[in-house]
């Protein structure tokens, strides 16, 4: 069951009180993941996964008492363990890892006030998530606001329907306020940062952008994709 280590109510805290429970999981499902996987029996009862305030991780059945003293992960990870690839079931678990990690610092947060759990959540959100960590993708701040449809940037733009339609270069004020938005945006392919002068597409299954001329898209191109997949997630698709 999940431990509370000296009940923490400060931001910093609680903040390293997640960073260290976080610090277990993450080990569960990288650097332990053969010993984690052969302990998820799914010949046996309900099995949680918990990361500890002292870095530690731990499989074991959910709490008895209720309700429990924190909230407690998702039950039962071990039944779907032979029934995915390792991968997929990995990466499942990783996102309700993230779920529950939120729910115990909010839990433990409750008495802060407004600012103070921004300021919680803001040192929390400059963290990799488990899953970003597990399925070893990187992590892009700022992403846009992007319309429906495959996503480009630069001189093209979607349109509400989907269709591509041309935004030339200040047409509006707005344009110099998207080039700060998105002004540490960075190349999914090369990791070069975002610029207004170069065309950009993003990828609608893992949402990172990209420079046109790292995947090979042009502004032409673009205009008759409707949903754009990048190299990674086109080859991880195909195995």
């Not at 990870?77 to 729910?103: E, K, P, Q």
Request: net charge negative; glycine share 6%.
């Amino acid at each position: 069951m999940a431990s509370v280590s000296s009940s923490p109510r400060t931001v910093e805290e609680i903040f390293k009180d997640y960073s260290a429970r976080r610090g277990g999981i993450i080990r569960a499902l990288t650097y332990d993941v053969d010993e984690f996987y052969g302990l998820c029996d799914p010949e046996k009862e309900n099995l949680c996964l918990y990361g500890h305030p002292n870095e530690s991780w731990e499989v074991n059945l959910p709490a008895e008492e209720v309700p429990p003293e924190l909230p407690e992960p998702a039950l039962g990870i071990n039944f779907a363990r032979d029934g995915m690839t390792r991968r997929d079931w990995l990466s499942l678990i990783a996102v309700h890892s993230d779920c529950w990690l939120l729910s115990v610092a909010f839990y433990l947060g409750a008495r802060l006030n407004r600012n103070e759990r921004k300021r919680m959540f803001s040192l929390i959100n400059d963290l990799p998530t488990v899953f970003e960590v597990v399925t070893e993708r990187k992590p892009v701040k700022d992403k846009p606001t992007a319309d429906s449809g495959s996503r480009s940037r630069g001189n093209k733009k979607r349109s509400g329907d989907g269709q591509a339609k041309s935004n030339p270069k200040l047409a509006d004020e707005s344009f110099e306020e998207e080039d700060d938005e998105h002004s540490d945006t960075l190349c999914g392919s090369c990791g070069g940062n975002y610029d207004a002068d170069e065309f950009w597409i993003g990828c609608d299954i893992c949402e990172r952008w990209f420079h046109g001329k790292c995947v090979k898209i042009t502004p032409a191109k673009a205009e008759n994709i409707k949903q754009y997949k990048c190299p990674s997630c086109t080859k991880r698709n195909r195995q």
